[in-house]
Antibody, heavy 123, light 107 residues
Framework: QVQLVESGGGAVQPGRSLRLSCAAS????????MHWVRQSPGKGLEWVAV????????YYADSVKGRFTISRDNSKNTLYLQMNSLRAEDTAVYSC????????????????WGQGTLVTVSS | DIQMTQSPSSLSASVGDRVTITCRAS??????LNWYQQKPGKPPKLLIY???SLQSGVPSRFSGSGSGTDFTLTISSLQPEDFATYYC?????????FGQGTKVEIK
């Protein structure tokens, strides 16, 4: 069955960096676009970034553009989110989600989600 | 970016009630609108895609309608397991955006 398992979260000071990972299994990872979505404690869902099946196309929310980088290693079935210059407002549970289609601009929905990993940015 | 606005932010309802949640987009998104249900500590679950298509396995008491900028999610007869938070999401733009959520609570 499809599984998405995030890791790499933790507590970090403002201005520092963190890299999240999302290990995928149960499907052909290289056939799907992948997204990162975050949810601040007690708040709603915020889409963060998307990467196409081959890693060639990437798009970001304005709130993270220039600070976060999405990437993937299809040989390792793993999605990444490199987060630099972290701010207190980046505190959230970060989840990866699978797009129904391979393309970053697919116009389709997210059919599988991971449970998420908590990132806390605080001095 | 396309802004998605849901209303109400929360509602109280009883088992058996008909519940309607609305979602408005800041520009036309055709029918590229999806609805998700989220329970505490769980990832979101897809209910409706393309404004009105019911995801496989989702009970038929859930339905969606709308196009352009205005959309609705309707639960025809609220069940105990439906108490959760509901989010709309537009997939018209590559920069996907969610509504702020509607929490459905027990009356």
């Amino acid at each position: 069955q499809v599984q998405l398992v995030e890791s790499g979260g933790g507590a970090v000071q403002p201005g520092r960096s963190l890299r999240l990972s999302c290990a995928a299994s149960g499907f052909t990872f290289s056939n799907y676009a992948m997204h990162w979505v975050r949810q601040s404690p007690g708040k709603g869902l915020e889409w963060v970034a998307v990467i196409s099946y081959d890693g060639n196309n990437k798009y970001y929310a304005d709130s993270v553009k220039g600070r976060f980088t999405i990437s993937r290693d299809n040989s390792k079935n793993t999605l990444y989110l490199q987060m630099n210059s972290l701010r207190a407002e980046d505190t959230a549970v970060y989840s990866c989600a699978r797009d129904l289609k391979p393309y970053a601009d697919s116009q389709y929905y997210f059919d599988y989600w991971g449970q998420g990993t908590l990132v806390t940015v605080s001095s | 970016d396309i802004q998605m606005t849901q209303s109400p932010s929360s509602l109280s309802a009883s088992v058996g009630d008909r519940v309607t949640i609305t979602c408005r987009a800041s520009q036309s998104i055709s029918r590229y609108l999806n609805w998700y249900q989220q329970k505490p500590g769980k990832p979101p679950k897809l209910l409706i895609y393309a404004a009105s298509s019911l995801q496989s396995g989702v009970p038929s008491r859930f339905s969606g309608s709308g196009s352009g900028t205005d959309f609705t999610l309707t639960i025809s007869s609220l069940q105990p397991e439906d108490f959760a938070t509901y989010y709309c999401q537009q997939s018209y733009s590559t920069l996907r955006t969610f509504g702020q959520g509607t929490k459905v609570e027990i009356k």
